[in-house]
């Protein structure tokens, strides 16, 4: 086996913590994958992973290995596709994964358009707002809100979502209107909790540069934006949500905005995926047009 087959099934196994796992993505047998990671440690003379039943980890020599390795296989694959991709157009089929309502909202009523600019790309689009692991699940990409941890990908800013308060006005005929965080002890919201960790988001707002933030009585706790939108035009409680995801029920009156000069701080979009697809050429097409298509109507909703 040539080493850069070597390299790019190594850094598999890394990533998927797993030499099963590793099999499965890159459809070889368990064997195979066992084989090339023992062939690669024999030709440098170095053990590249601490091997347990439940776990496969790297050793100090394996992480830092496995940085040179990406590198290495990058540089490769650049050099492969300079004038492949000048010559032919972008093919192939794309796994994608966004939030639900980014992706209902925005990204499927566009794909039309881009499908047509692209007609040899064939898109597998997931909607969830549960966090996938792209190596195991075998996904191209990921949009991801909020503040990343530490996850070894490659991070691409979409721009930021703009939060805004808001509640229906049967709720704010019955409670009053609130104008400052000082009047939140008077009123409700519609909790949310994490579908992920189950903990209940503090209501946030910036003040003099600092973010602040309390905790919210609530009879009602959601974990769903659908279910959250939702009970707040029931007249539940305030809510805090980016702006696109109401911009509807604000144009209809449905929804109002309240307190608009103390709203969180915008949360962070990015795109992400693995080295080992830097180079793609339809990731970098789709990219590309999921930038501007989000710039685009976030902009116009915030």
């Not at 796992?21 to 440098?44: F, G, K, M, Y």
């Not at 794309?94 to 209902?104: E, H, S, T, W």
């Not at 509640?167 to 409670?175: N, V």
Request: aromatic fraction near 6%; hydrophobic fraction near 45%.
């Amino acid at each position: 086996m040539d080493r850069i087959a070597l390299f790019r099934i190594f850094a598999r196994v890394v990533e998927c913590a797993s030499f099963t796992r590793a099999a499965d993505t890159l459809e070889l047998p368990r064997s195979s994958v066992s084989a090339a990671v023992l062939e690669l440690e024999q030709r440098i003379g170095a053990r590249l992973l601490h091997r347990t039943t439940r776990k496969v980890a790297p050793t100090q020599d394996g992480a830092a290995f496995y940085e040179r390795c990406l590198r290495l296989v990058a540089d490769v694959e650049e050099a492969e596709s300079l004038f492949r991709h000048a010559a032919s157009a972008p093919s192939g089929r794309l796994k994608v994964d966004v939030p639900g309502r980014i992706g209902r909202l925005i990204i499927a009523p566009a794909l039309p358009a881009f499908l047509d600019r692209y007609p040899q790309i064939d898109i597998e689009l997931g909607i969830t707002d549960r966090a996938i692991n792209l190596i195991e699940d075998s996904t191209d990409c990921v949009v991801r809100v909020g503040a990343l941890g530490d996850s070894g990908l490659i991070a691409r800013p979409l721009g930021d979502l703009t939060l805004i308060n808001v509640a229906s006005p049967a709720y704010l005929e019955r409670h009053g209107l609130p104008h400052t965080p000082d009047d939140l002890g008077a009123h409700w919201a519609v909790n949310y909790a994490s579908p992920s960790t189950g903990r209940i988001a503090e209501w946030e707002w910036t003040e003099g540069g600092d973010v602040r933030a309390i905790a919210m009585r609530g009879r009602v706790t959601v974990n769903s934006a659908e279910a959250y939108i939702a009970c707040c035009l029931a007249g539940l409680g305030l809510i805090q949500i980016p702006a696109y995801d109401v911009k509807r029920h604000l144009d209809a009156g449905e929804l109002v905005e309240v307190m608009p000069t103390y709203r969180a701080a915008p949360m962070p979009m990015t795109l992400l995926y693995p080295h080992r697809q830097h180079l793609s050429r339809r990731l970098q097409v789709f990219a590309d047009w999921l930038a501007g298509l989000l710039r685009q109507n976030l902009l116009a909703a915030g």
